[in-house]
Every structure is written in C-alpha cells, then in structure tokens.
C-alpha cells in the first residue's frame, strides 16, 4: 500500500505487525516538512514507551513491541526540545523491563537520539545528559539501580559534544570509582584526547585492578577496557582512530541501520569467510592488547602504593561520635559530618 498522507503513515505504524518494519510510513513522516502534529506523536509514544497506550492508540502494545523504536527513528528528524526529558526519563529505563532483543535495539536508537539532540539544542540538551548520567552514576555507585541507571552507557555519547567548560562535572563522575559503567565514558574521554583526565583514569583503572583481583575475576573485562582506553590517551595510538566520533557518525542512515528489521532473528548470518577473517582480526587485536595490559595491571599490584597493604594516616585527632563536630555547625559529630 502506497501512503500518501501522515494519517495513513500513523495508522500503518501503530498497526503494524510485530515483526513486520513498516518502512514505507516511516519513510514519509521522516522525510515529511517539519510538523507539529508528527512531533506531538514521537513525543507521545515515546513518553508512554513502557506504559500501556490509551484507548485511542488500541490500548494493546506491551512493552516488547518495538512501535515506540519506530518513532523514535522518525524523531531524528521530527524532533523538540520537550524530547531531551523523553529520552532521559523513559528511553533510559531498566533493561530488564524491555522485551529481550529490543535492548540493544533501544540503546542504539537512544545513543542516536542524544548525538541529534546535542547538536539541534546545544548546551541546553549537553547539561541536561550531563547531569542526567551523574544521578545514575551517584545511583549505581550506591547501589540504587533506579530506572535511569542505565543512562550511564546510553547516553555517553554527549561526552563527544563537550568541552573544557564541562571538564568538573566529568570529573566529579569519574571520582565515583565503584561504578564500573564509567568505562564508557572513559572511552569517549579518551577519543576526545582530554589528556587532563590521565591522573583521573589512572587512579580508575588501578581501583579496577584491584577489585577484580580481590574479586577472583577471570575476565577482568573492565579493568581491560579502561586500560585500552588509558593507554591510547597516554600514548596517542588509537587502534580504530576512525571511530573516535559520536555514535550517530560511526552509523548508517536509519534505512541501513534497520536493513534486516527489528526481531530476534533479522541479522543475516555471516559467510564463513567473513567470519574466519574476522576471527583472526580479534586474535591478533587480542595478543596486542593482553602485552599492553598485563603490563599495565603489573605495575599496579607492584605499586607500594597498593591500597590493600597501606594504612590510612591521620593528619587530627579522632572526633568521637558525641563530640561537636569541627565543621563548626553546632551538632554533634554523629548527627553532622559522621553520618557522610
């Protein structure tokens, strides 16, 4: 059926089946002139992307079914400024509360929605993602994994749009060492060459190194990132440079993204070429960087330094838990400055 208006494109989307992409009415609204009423859909469907739609809207989409994604591609284009809210407060819910193969799906789509907001609204949108990620990390960090913890990986990409004048919130995230999503943002930092993070990395990745020892973590799979990314910092020698750039230019056009759909089964299956070449790619990138590693995380257990074996040095007195708190604040220690 060939649409031809945006009644027929809202109708075609939201009774679409699910596991059937209606290109074609996506194709019209995204290549559609600016309009109020396209937005006003993006915006409600993504608003309520987890919530049951209203009787209007056939009441009948559960949270696995990936309409909302379908607007969320067409927000690329038909986008506001009430958007930046939308994808922080509902795009970044738990993943668990998603239908299975739709997470990576959503992730991606949000990644792509942040790139496109930061460079429609500027500082307005940066700050908001800005401040949006350090709630999550202070969440994960204390071991309050809200609905917007995971804003932590899918929007790292407002880190590509920052500069030196956001350089303290960045850091004040980074001191929260505990919450190992971190190395995400330690990746965007690094190919933005913010070598002013270096001392901040470093102490990063030496928690990590630590952690996964005392752990008996056979994977060290964070520590590996946050080294990878410490070293090309230090160094300058990227191994993908190509890729040192926001999410929404490392990919396709929305066509190409979605080529195979949207469904567990839509990617197609490699040739067995294909997949020895790649094999061997990952070998080799394997062997590179286990030299580079093991070298990095020796001189940390090495290092005097090593937190396990050093004892915390007192520069005052110990405050006792009744006494008036040196903040100077009147209350008792206990009730002031012990309770942090």
């Known amino acids: 059926m060939s649409i031809t208006t945006k009644e027929e494109a809202f109708q075609a989307i939201e009774n679409s089946e699910f596991d059937i992409m209606p290109r074609e009415a996506i194709r019209f609204l995204y290549n559609h002139e600016p309009d109020e009423e396209i937005r006003n859909k993006v915006n409600y469907f993504l608003r309520h992307a987890y919530t049951p739609y ?21 927000a690329e284009v038909h986008h506001s400024e009430e958007l930046i809210s939308i994808v922080i407060n509902e795009l970044n819910r738990d993943v668990f509360k998603r239908g299975e193969f ?33 709630d999550a990390i202070i969440d994960v960090h204390d071991n309050r994994y809200t609905k917007t913890a995971w804003a932590v990986l899918e929007l790292c990409d407002v880190v590509y749009y920052t500069s030196e004048k956001h350089f303290p919130v960045l850091k004040e995230m980074m001191g929260y060492k505990k919450c190992k999503e971190l190395q995400f943002i330690t990746r965007a930092i690094s190919d933005m060459e913010y070598k ?7 102490q990063f990745f030496a928690y990590w190194v630590l952690e996964e020892e005392r752990q008996r973590d056979m994977f060290k799979v964070t520590s590996r990132e946050i080294g990878l990314a410490l070293h090309e910092l230090k160094t300058g020698e990227y191994l993908y440079p190509d890729l040192k750039k926001p999410y929404l230019e490392r990919v396709e056009a929305w066509e190409e993204r979605y080529a195979w759909g949207i469904g567990p089964f839509q990617k197609p299956k490699k040739r067995e070429q294909e997949l020895l070449s790649e ?62």
């Open 279 to 340: 094999l061997e790619r990952l070998k080799k990138e394997a062997d590179r960087n286990k030299k580079i590693l093991d070298k990095m995380r020796s001189k940390v257990l090495n290092s005097p330094l090593d937190h396990r074996a050093s004892k915390v040095v007192r520069n005052v007195p110990k405050v006792g838990r009744n006494a008036p708190c040196p903040c100077g604040s009147g209350k008792k220690y206990k009730r002031c400055c012990g309770k942090k």
């Open 54 to 74: 209203e009787e209007e809207y056939l009441n009948e989409y559960t949270e696995g079914h990936p309409v909302f994604i379908y607007y969320a591609i067409v």
């Open 102 to 134: 739709i997470n990576d799906y959503v992730s991606k789509q949000a990644n792509v929605l942040v790139c496109v907001l930061c460079k429609a609204y500027g500082e307005r949108a940066i700050q908001a993602f800005l401040d949006a990620m350090l």
């Open 196 to 202: 002013a993070f270096i001392p901040v990395i470093e």
